[in-house]
């Protein structure tokens, strides 16, 4: 997902993140699980095997700090050190509002199941903190495996 929604197929108007009134409905898991798929299918279609452990980071935004806050805490007292929390930020969206993000780290084998199952226990504290997830990434080296085992 890009910083910007599409309010409505018909339309090619786009709205900065400060202004989506309905989060649930832009926190979809069918589109984040086929977005999640497209992501995983791309590592596993560049050589790198399946139980490898790869960095996963989750993007949250808002544009109320206390909500983001209150987020954070709670997501921190259900997974604990499973997850790196990172510092809050303060940007700006497209319109030039405030809006503040904050992103998570955590570790997973290239897996939709397991990477989604993480994203299933954030989207309904999204949705009741009034949370946008914006999505994941990762970076991944080129995977060669005529490298495994080679010190050089």
Not at 2 to 25: F, G, H
Not at 64 to 71: A, Q, T
Request: glycine share 4%; net charge negative; hydrophobic share 35%.
């Amino acid at each position: 997902m890009s910083n910007k929604v599409v309010v409505s197929d018909e339309a090619d108007d786009e709205i900065p993140l400060s202004e989506i009134k309905d989060v649930s409905a832009y926190n979809n898991l069918d589109e984040i699980r086929l977005e999640s798929e497209t992501i995983i299918n791309g590592i596993l279609q560049d050589d790198y095997p399946a139980d490898t452990v790869i960095e996963v980071q989750h993007y949250f935004s808002s544009s109320d700090f206390d909500r983001l806050e209150k987020f954070i805490v709670e997501i921190d007292g259900m997974f604990g050190a499973e997850i790196d929390i990172g510092e809050p930020d303060e940007c700006e969206d497209f319109d030039g509002a405030t809006i503040f993000t904050v992103d998570f780290v955590s570790w997973h084998k290239v897996d939709v199941q397991e990477v989604m199952k993480e994203i299933e226990m954030f989207i309904p504290l999204c949705n009741q903190y009034s949370i946008i997830y914006d999505s994941w990434g990762t970076q991944v080296d080129e995977y060669n495996a005529d490298d495994v085992g080679d010190e050089s």
